[in-house]
Every structure is written in C-alpha cells, then in structure tokens.
C-alpha cells in the first residue's frame, strides 16, 4: 500500500522559513519521480515542484529562488524547504507520487497534506 505522510506545516510570519517532509512506503522510492502540490482553501491545485530519481528538478515561476525540493533516497523521504515566505503561500501542501520515473508521468497518489499559514 503506497503512504505518503506530509509533516512540518506550521505558522511562519512572512519572510520565514518552514521545512516540510514527506514519508514514503509501499514503492520503491528511488524509482519515482515525487512532487509537492499546494492548495487555497476553495482553490484548484497548483503544482509547485517535482523531483526525480537522480535529483533533477522543476519548479513552478511562484517558488523558485525560494522553494528548494530534494530527496533522501536511502530514507525514503521528500522534502521541501521554503524560504522568505509570503502570505500568498497560505496553502495545504500534499505530496505526491508520479506513476514513473520521468516528470511527464502523471501523478497517481498523494497524501492528506499539512497546512502552511504565513500571516503576522
């Protein structure tokens, strides 16, 4: 059974940091690309970042040069890291699993999420 466990989602005033993980079991990790995907309460999905095998990334023109993702393969963990935070980034963050090793795979599970509130 593929599980996808998000943690760290917290209140952070603006220009903070959090940084979020993502437990994963059931596949084979290294296989995967994985991604992060936030959502506005109310709001449609929007994907944030993606990360393959090997460590190649993507990210979406709203985070970079502030979002860094990465992976530990042999802890079977994705990360986030979320740097000068704006009230904007007010959102659920899921994790999420792709259906292969390439980032045009689409994505087939992703977890509950934990919420980040940036306010002051």
């Known amino acids: 059974e593929v599980q996808l466990v998000e943690s760290g989602g917290g209140l952070v005033q603006p220009g903070g940091s959090l940084r979020l993980s993502c437990a994963a079991s059931g596949f084979i990790f290294s296989n995967y690309v994985m991604s992060w995907v936030r959502q506005a309460p109310g709001k449609g999905l929007e994907w944030v970042s993606a990360?393959?095998?090997?460590?190649?990334?993507d990210y979406a023109d709203s985070v970079k040069g502030r979002f860094t993702i990465s992976r530990d393969n042999a802890k079977n963990t994705l990360y986030l890291q979320m740097n000068s935070l704006k009230p904007e980034d007010t959102r659920v963050y899921y994790c999420?699993?792709?259906?292969?090793?390439?980032?045009?795979?689409?994505?087939?599970?992703w977890g509950k999420g934990t919420l980040v509130t940036v306010s002051s």
């Open positions: 990360i393959n095998g090997g460590g190649s990334t």
């Open positions: 999420a699993k792709h259906s292969g090793p390439l980032k045009v795979n689409g994505i087939n599970y």
